[in-house]
């Protein structure tokens, strides 16, 4: 039993692989545990190109594997197609085109509101405390915005957990801080993230053998 999980850029390929497969792992009703495996792609517009082909040849000789796209929801354009503004206008019509595109019946399209950092944001006590005092009072995660999303918001108040004078990296502080969180705590705070992880499992358990 496969997923294969596509992704653009380095913080989702090498810090949400671990972060997502521990809450697979502990769902009851997949009894075969499924082996989650990241493809990366530079960009949402490399994304949107190529993954349905990729998708296609993937899941062509396995009826037991299946596809799950994420991408941040901020800065996300998709050549050839309007995109709302409005936050759940923007996430449904997005989702629908892209799985419009692909066509596959075992992928789904799924969105980090506004950014995976967002995640993050469900547990301030992850960082340091002089900025977790300030995240504690921003309100739901999924609330900060296309205005200022969640890594430029964690920059300006020096969130990195390697110091004040450290800027904020995708890629280094996110991969640390998603290895001390737990999904359901983040799936609490962010109904979005809630439903990923529920689609992803209940289309692992279509697909299992």
């Known amino acids: 039993m496969k997923i294969f999980l596509f992704v653009e850029g380095k913080t989702e390929r090498v810090g949400l692989h671990h972060f997502l497969k521990r809450w697979l792992d502990e769902q009851p009703e997949l009894v075969v545990k499924p082996k989650l495996v ?47 503004q409005d936050r759940d206008t923007r996430y449904g019509s997005a989702k629908q085109e892209i799985e419009r595109r692909v066509r596959h019946p075992r992928f789904i399209q799924h969105f980090a509101v506004h950014e995976t950092e967002a995640w993050l944001l469900a547990k301030p006590t992850l960082f340091p405390k002089h900025a977790a005092d300030q995240i504690g009072h921003w309100g739901p995660p ?57 689609d992803m499992r209940d289309l692992a358990i279509r697909c299992s053998p």
């Open 38 to 84: 990241p493809i990366k792609y530079d960009g949402y517009a490399a994304f949107v190109e190529k993954i349905p082909k990729r998708v296609a040849a993937d899941l062509k000789n396995d009826e037991n594997a299946c596809a799950v796209g994420l991408l941040d929801l901020y800065a996300l354009r998709i050549p050839g197609f309007d995109l709302p």
């Open 142 to 198: 999924e609330s900060v915005n296309f205005n200022r999303p969640p890594a430029k918001r964690l920059n300006e108040v020096k969130a990195s957990p390697r110091g004040r004078n450290n800027h904020w990296d995708k890629p280094l502080d996110g991969a640390r801080l998603f290895n001390k969180l737990h999904p359901n705590e983040v799936a609490a705070a962010c109904p979005y993230f809630r439903l990923f992880l529920e």
